[in-house]
């Protein structure tokens, strides 16, 4: 029922917008927006729908705190990107219950996508570099780490990838995974918000481009 899904939409929008700056329920929002996809018939497409709201919610709220609100901005990212994340994973087991064979123990489609070889080396690449700039104790490895080509490719890669959707999680655990090792080794703090704003904003960008490149051609 697309029609009742859009008024969902409009719905948790205008609670957004008449919110009165409450922090609660921004977060209400942002579970919500993550939610709807799960109780559609194209789980997908709402998706995509509800990534471009998130994206227009965190530039209103960069244009309310201001320039010195960088790390609640970089909060409410990790807080709708873990969102979207359980969505995916809720969706994904949903998914393989409705398509697993108890009698057989297979698994039908659409689990079952194919990843090219070089793109798995190129997932791998994105790791291992910065990885080992961080390993080797390099305070800002600004070649490796911080740098805007790695961001770029975490961001690009899952266009490639058997499944966008899939290939934009191992792109989020890539980049997860980076901060973590890099705060425990205490690399550069700058360094590592930079890194990690910029691959965050670009897994966003691709979203939106993804989601013209499915409306439109």
Request: glycine content about 6%; aromatic content about 14%; proline content about 3%.
């Amino acid at each position: 029922m697309p029609n009742v899904t859009a008024l969902f939409y409009i719905a948790i929008m205008a609670f957004y917008l008449l919110r009165s700056n409450d922090g609660s329920k921004l977060i209400i929002t942002t579970i919500v927006l993550a939610a709807i996809p799960l109780f559609t018939s194209d789980y997908w497409q709402w998706l995509q729908l509800s990534g471009l709201l998130s994206v227009i919610i965190l530039i209103i709220e960069k244009e309310k705190a201001g320039a010195t609100a960088g790390g609640a901005i970089a909060v409410l990212v990790a807080l709708f990107i873990g969102a979207f994340i359980v969505s995916v994973i809720i969706n994904t087991g949903l998914t393989f219950s409705s398509n697993f064979k108890l009698s057989t123990f297979e698994v039908k489609a659409p689990l079952s996508y194919g990843w090219s070889t070089h793109i798995i080396w190129l997932y791998c690449l994105t790791f291992v570099i910065p990885l080992f700039a961080i390993l080797r104790g390099i305070k800002k490895p600004v070649a490796f780490f911080g740098t805007n080509l790695t961001a770029l490719a975490l961001a690009v890669l899952p266009h490639y990838c058997g499944s966008f959707i899939y290939g934009l999680m191992l792109s989020v655990a890539i980049i997860s995974s980076l901060y973590l090792v890099a705060f425990v080794f205490k690399t550069d703090s700058e360094q590592r918000f930079m890194f990690t704003y910029m691959g965050m904003s670009g897994l966003l960008t691709s979203c939106i481009v993804k989601g013209v490149m499915v409306a439109y051609f």
